[in-house]
T-cell receptor, first 112, second 112 residues
Framework: AQSVTQLDSQVPVFEEAPVELRCNYS??????LFWYVQYPNQGLQLLLK??????LVKGINGFEAEFNKSQTSFHLRKPSVHISDTAEYFC??????????FGAGTRLTVKP | DGGITQSPKYLFRKEGQNVTLSCEQN?????MYWYRQDPGQGLRLIYY???????QKGDIAEGYSVSREKKESFPLTVTSAQKNPTAFYLC???????????FGPGTRLLVL
């Protein structure tokens, strides 16, 4: 079975600064990787996904992530954050079966 | 507009009562899922269904039941056997081969 570890439960950052949210996974099979964002009292919205091909994946709202197979990581990055990026971010991994595993989440707080 | 709807937004349960959470999708997706979200724990899979009239238990199915009589609908019943039902419940759906899950806005269940 797959598992996901989000290394930081909270990340505070100032507006216009760069940010990296870290995600590591473990799996014995090939995986698909996802990042979702959740605003308060709402469902999850897909930011980006890696299924195959280029290891650098670009998503919505200026976010991108890089799949690193040797380090089993899929870190999320944004070069300049906005106040509106304040939210909870979830990394998820899916194997060849229908089993999606989510990390515990990272709360990103962007301060003015 | 295509999407996933969940109702109600807030639901209150009395002791010993069964309650049912609604999830409807008009995306023509084959697979549907129910997750439970507790603070600091990410999402945990309750049940999922890959096709009509078929569903499988997830990691925390005890105290819950589902049905899948129509492709568009996947209601979740929280039974009186679920002793700690207070949580945020999220429904999702996917076209299985594309692997990406899309989420509804969620239902918050509270116990009176």
């Amino acid at each position: 079975a797959q598992s996901v570890t989000q290394l930081d439960s909270q990340v505070p950052v100032f507006e216009e600064a760069p940010v990296e949210l870290r995600c590591n996974y473990s799996s014995s099979v090939s995986v698909y990787l996802f990042w979702y964002v959740q605003y308060p009292n709402q469902g999850l919205q897909l930011l980006l996904k890696y299924l195959s091909g280029s290891t650098l994946v670009k998503g919505i709202n200026g976010f991108e992530a890089e799949f690193n197979k040797s380090q089993t990581s899929f870190h999320l990055r944004k070069p300049s954050v906005h106040i509106s990026d304040t939210a909870e971010y979830f990394c998820a991994v899916k194997g060849n079966n229908n089993d999606m595993r989510f990390g515990a989440g990272t709360r990103l707080t962007v301060k003015p | 507009d295509g999407g996933i709807t969940q109702s109600p937004k807030y639901l209150f349960r009395k002791e010993g009562q069964n309650v049912t959470l609604s999830c409807e999708q008009n995306l023509n997706h084959d697979a549907m899922y129910w997750y439970r979200q507790d603070p600091g724990q990410g999402l945990r899979l309750i049940y999922y269904s890959q096709i009509v009239n078929d569903f499988q238990k997830g990691d925390i199915a005890e105290g819950y039941s589902v049905s899948r009589e129509k492709k568009e609908s996947f209601p979740l019943t929280v039974t009186s056997a679920q002793k700690n039902p207070t949580a945020f419940y999220l429904c999702a759906s996917s076209i299985v081969v594309l692997e990406t899950q899309y989420f509804g806005p969620g239902t918050r269940l509270l116990v009176l």
